[in-house]
T-cell receptor
Framework: ETGVTQSPTHLIKTRGQQVTLRCSSQSGHNTVSWYQQALGQGPQFIFQYYREEENGRGNFPPRFSGLQFPNYSSELNVNALELDDSALYLC??????????????FGPGTRLTVL | GENVEQHPSTLSVQEGDSAVIKCTYSDSASNYFPWYKQELGKRPQLIIDIRSNVGEKKDQRIAVTLNKTAKHFSLHITETQPEDSAVYFCAARPLLTGGGNKLTFGTGTQLKVEL
């Protein structure tokens, strides 16, 4: 198992609400990426944080936002939840946002259900 | 952007047989190709990866081959065992050009190893 942890494990929200998901990166890793995995699909890249700044973003609307803290842990915030936001949210940490030291290790994920 | 196609979507083999999963990618700038195994309800786990300066890599019963000219790469599992049953995802990552460490995933292959 990797040293990447996520909380909470499961979450149920209603449409229009806001949610915050948390991720602690593996020791020695300063880069965190977030992915959304819908049922039966591969993970889709949301964004990445490196040294507390967003460093790349996928095709997700601005209501998906994030933070990275000085200890390299990270949060994913989703505003105005929609039914289609129901998915497994995965974070992955890697040693550095640089070619050659980029292997990503995934956390266990947060299962979000929007009713 | 990068597009990764993965085949087959399901694969059933007898224990002891070999399994091959194939992926193609669209962005010729991609230079890193990991494979992840995801068991039901668990995190994706990196099983092997290959970089564009290498044509083949082996790790015990698992091997990955890369054909940069044809833009395809394959996962080979020999002497399959029931514990190999899982969903396998291929992924590709282009050169880091400000897009961070974004992995683009295939749609997954459900491998079932039957006794």
């Amino acid at each position: 198992e990797t040293g990447v942890t996520q909380s909470p494990t499961h979450l149920i929200k209603t449409r229009g609400q806001q949610v915050t998901l948390r991720c602690s990166s593996q020791s020695g890793h300063n880069t965190v990426s977030w992915y959304q995995q819908a049922l039966g699909q591969g993970p889709q890249f949301i964004f990445q944080y490196y040294r507390e700044e967003e460093n790349g973003r996928g095709n997700f609307p601005p209501r998906f936002s994030g933070l990275q803290f000085p200890n390299y842990s990270s949060e994913l915030n989703v505003n105005a939840l929609e039914l289609d936001d129901s998915a497994l949210y995965l974070c992955a940490s890697s040693p550095a946002a640089a070619a050659g030291v980029d292997t990503q290790y995934f956390g266990p994920g947060t299962r979000l259900t929007v009713l | 952007g990068e597009n990764v196609e993965q085949h087959p979507s399901t694969l059933s083999v007898q224990e002891g047989d070999s399994a091959v999963i194939k992926c193609t990618y669209s962005d010729s700038a991609s230079n890193y190709f990991p494979w992840y195994k995801q068991e039901l309800g668990k995190r994706p786990q990196l099983i092997i990866d290959i970089r564009s300066n290498v044509g083949e890599k082996k790790d015990q019963r698992i091997a990955v081959t890369l054909n940069k000219t044809a833009k395809h790469f394959s996962l080979h599992i020999t002497e399959t065992q029931p514990e190999d049953s899982a969903v396998y995802f291929c992924a590709a990552r282009p050169l880091l050009t400000g897009g961070g460490n974004k992995l683009t995933f295939g749609t997954g292959t459900q491998l079932k190893v039957e006794l």
